[in-house]
């Protein structure tokens, strides 16, 4: 007669304990590599394109806001720089970001100056 074996999979073994660590442990370490890798590419492509991580409507429109009021209490300065970073980020990309861009384009044009030095 065999003696009895215990149960491997029994809440208490720790042989299953053993293996679910190394499954997590592999688990941790699988997405430590996908991240690092996602992170890595995200950064070649931001250092490739500056401009990348501003060039969503929401952004825009943000400093679209800031120029208006920059125009608005004198500060023609500001109101410049923030213009042409809305041009500058926002031209010949996204069709969705035109409105923007013409925006900044009117804004310059009232101000008296040019998209680009």
Not at 46 to 53: C, E, F, K
């Amino acid at each position: 007669m065999m003696p009895d074996q215990p149960d491997l999979n029994a809440p208490g073994n720790p042989k299953r304990a053993r293996r679910i660590g190394i499954f997590l442990a592999f688990v941790v370490v699988a997405l430590g590599v996908w991240g690092a890798t996602t992170f890595n590419r995200t950064a070649e492509r931001v250092r490739g394109d500056p401009g990348l991580s501003y060039r969503t409507p929401e952004a825009l429109d943000k400093m679209l806001a800031r120029a208006e009021v920059a125009e608005r209490s004198g500060d023609s300065g500001a109101a410049i720089v923030a213009y042409r970073f809305v041009v500058a980020v926002g031209a010949g990309t996204n069709p969705e970001l035109e409105p923007y861009i013409a925006a900044a384009r009117r804004g310059l044009t009232r101000l008296g100056v040019g998209p680009l030095p």
